[in-house]
């Protein structure tokens, strides 16, 4: 019976140890395991959802973005293809005049050839006039066209508008160059437009020395020259008086424009140049003032040709006042 009984205290105890271990092992797994709260599947769908919409929208707005730049590159590409249009055709302009500036030049030598010899003749005859009438003897005009000149110093008064400038700018220069060669030697030169503005600003209210070389400067400068103009010469005439009349010197102004825009009253020009230009005790006026016309506007509709009229109406009286010739050029080409 002893025996028994310690048996049986031997498996309780045993099966105690077991429960035991059991209770420890699960208490072990409830410490390690995640305590954090469930997700659920439905929380979890959303979250993924809502990257996937932003990714979809992002997406459609670089599509909209590519559409955009692929217009934007189309138009390049047809400016591209227009403006190397544009350049092949500026070159054959460019081909054209390059070969007409070479045929210019040859004719050009052969007149400064000319101007040459006609110099060379002219001071030959000049010299056997003096001897056969005397170191004494002067010529009763100084004329060449009607035009005198006989002054010393010679101021142009050039109107460059818009019209002047795009349509009579190579026959203005042809003008100027021929009229400086009837100048051969002067003691001043000056270059006004029409608004009373320089052409050298370094010469303001000076005189230009007259030599080959200012020549030939004031010519190259003018190809490109064209300042701000009015279509009115009443500025640069009262200017260049204003500024260069004096008592002791014989001054000529040379007046080259188009047109006399309305708004101006002729009459009130004439009164102004009367009284800015004084006369000498023979009723001469000290500056003489000649003027060329361009038909620039006659070349125009009908309706503009008013302005050249009173332009040619305010030069004829203008130069017959004040001791010069007007003269109206049939072509401006």
């Known amino acids: 019976m002893r025996k028994r009984r310690n048996d049986s205290e031997s498996s309780s105890i045993a099966f105690l140890d077991v429960i035991s271990c059991g209770f420890g092992a ?51 590409r047809e400016q591209l293809s227009a403006f190397q249009e544009r350049i092949a055709n500026l070159r054959r302009e460019l081909f054209s005049v390059q070969g007409r500036f070479n045929s210019s030049n ?44 006989d002054s010393e110093y010679i101021i ?12 009579a700018w190579p026959r203005l220069i042809e003008v100027i160059v021929d009229t400086l060669n009837v100048y051969p030697n002067v003691k001043g030169i000056q270059i006004m437009n029409d608004m009373g503005d320089y052409m050298f600003d370094s010469f303001r209210g000076q005189w230009i020395p007259d030599t080959p070389v200012r020549r030939t400067t004031i010519i190259n400068t003018l190809r490109n020259w064209s300042p701000y103009s009015n279509s009115s010469p009443v500025e640069g005439v009262t200017a260049a008086i204003n500024t260069y ?85 049939n072509s401006f080409e």
Request: charged fraction near 20%.
């Open 26 to 76: 699960m208490i072990l797994l409830l410490l390690i395991t995640d305590s954090s709260p469930p997700i659920t599947l439905e929380a979890s769908a959303v979250q993924l959802q809502m990257p996937i919409t932003e990714l979809q929208q992002q997406l459609f707005e670089i599509r909209g973005e590519t559409r955009v730049v692929n217009s934007d590159l189309n138009a390049k």
């Open 106 to 149: 040859n004719i050009a030598d052969e007149t400064i050839v000319e101007a040459q010899n006609l110099a060379s003749a002219k001071q030959s005859l000049t010299a056997e006039m003096e001897r056969l009438l005397g170191q004494d003897f002067t010529r009763k005009n100084n004329l060449v066209g009607g035009i005198p000149v």
């Open 156 to 167: 142009f008064v050039i109107d460059t508008s818009g019209s002047m400038f795009q349509n």
């Open 245 to 329: 009349y004096a008592p002791d010197k014989k001054i000529s102004i040379y007046v080259m424009g188009d047109d006399f825009q309305p708004g101006g009253s002729i009459t009130q020009v004439l009164r102004t140049v009367d009284r800015l230009n004084a006369k000498d005790a023979n009723g001469n006026p000290m500056v003489r003032i000649h003027a060329i016309g361009f038909p620039v506007i006659f070349a125009l509709e009908p309706r503009y040709r008013q302005s050249a009229y009173r332009f040619a109406n305010l030069m004829r009286e203008l130069t017959q006042r004040n001791g010069g010739t007007f003269v109206g050029l």
